[in-house]
């Protein structure tokens, strides 16, 4: 049974720090690309940061994050991470993980976790 369970969410003042992880079991992880998206109240969901499936996998981050937010991953530990500083009322959203994969044959594999609550207070 494919899981993704994401913690470390909260309630966190302007300018400070969090760190989401996202435990996954049930496929394998090392192949697949984990990303974060988030959904504030009212938008749509967007995507704010990804890392591809390699060891040395690069990373991609939304505009509004770049400088302020890392992803990495731990494919020994099938965790990914977000380390979230400088953090903005802005921030403020339902944070969920993401594992995507496409075979050469163009299968297309897509997981989610349940989403945690990132809170940042002015």
Request: charged share 15%.
């Amino acid at each position: 049974q494919v899981q993704l369970v994401e913690s470390g969410g909260g309630l966190v003042q302007s300018g400070g720090s969090l760190r989401l992880s996202c435990a996954a079991n049930g496929f394998i992880f090392s192949i697949h690309d984990m990303r974060w998206f988030r959904q504030a109240p009212g938008k749509e969901r967007e995507l704010v940061a990804g890392i591809i499936s390699n060891t040395g996998g690069s990373t991609n981050y939304a505009d509004s994050v770049k400088g302020r937010f890392t992803i990495s991953r731990d494919n020994a530990k099938n965790t990914v991470y977000l380390q979230m500083n400088t953090l903005k009322p802005e921030d403020t959203a339902v944070y969920y993980c993401n594992a995507w994969r496409r075979t050469y044959g163009g299968t297309q594999y897509d997981y989610w976790g349940q989403g945690t609550q990132v809170t940042v207070s002015s």
